[in-house]
């Protein structure tokens, strides 16, 4: 059991690793006229979905109640989160070469505030994604919003909005549990 906290470490790199093969995040759209859902798929560095269309299809339907348009190349944050990720694998593999307890500690509690942040920015991203609306939209609803949920479900006029983890985000989640997981291995066999 010499080697739990390394192996611990490890898992915890491979799962943080698997955002540049998963989507992170999913919203799901449910409309009578959509019962099988329209399922947008965002990634560490582009957004997509279930199908080739998606993003067209979401597109469409945003224009109708005047909520701007989702382009990828227009979001900051899916240039510069492969290398936040990459940074933190690297970190990680650091963390668990000198097989330190404050390596693991201090390389969680980052992973930690990192995932704080990202939840706090996706919210801003979709409050002004809900909230931005244009003037000149077909369709006005005087107080309406189109915010999706951060996470959960919720009505939105005809729709129902789904957003969860996918699982490159899951595979974030368990990078954490993994990295504390090391910690605590690692001061056990200290303490022992």
Not at 80 to 86: A, N, S
Not at 125 to 144: M, Q, R, V
Request: some cysteine; glycine content about 10%.
């Amino acid at each position: 059991m010499k080697q739990l906290p390394r192996l611990l470490m490890l898992l915890g790199i491979v799962c943080l690793m698997s955002l540049f093969v998963f989507p992170m995040w999913q919203i799901i759209l449910y409309a009578p006229q959509y019962p099988d859902g329209v399922e947008m798929h965002i990634y560490i560095d582009k957004i997509g979905g279930s199908s080739p269309g998606t993003l067209q299809n979401v597109n469409i339907l945003n224009h109708y109640v005047g909520m701007q348009y989702i382009e990828p190349d227009d979001i900051p944050e899916l240039q510069y989160f492969p290398y936040i990720i990459g940074a933190m694998g690297l970190l990680g593999l650091i963390a668990l070469a000198i097989n330190k307890k404050w390596g693991y500690l201090s390389w969680t509690i980052v992973l930690i505030v990192l995932g704080i942040l990202g939840m706090y920015d996706f919210y801003l991203w979709e409050y002004d994604y809900g909230h931005n609306l244009s003037d000149t939209a077909p369709i006005k609803i005087p107080g309406a919003s189109f915010q999706p949920p951060l996470i959960g479900r919720k009505q939105i006029i005809n729709f129902i909005a789904d957003s969860w983890p996918h699982i490159g985000g899951i595979g974030f989640g368990l990078s954490m549990v993994f990295g504390g997981a090391a910690w605590w291995a690692r001061k056990k066999q200290l303490s022992s």
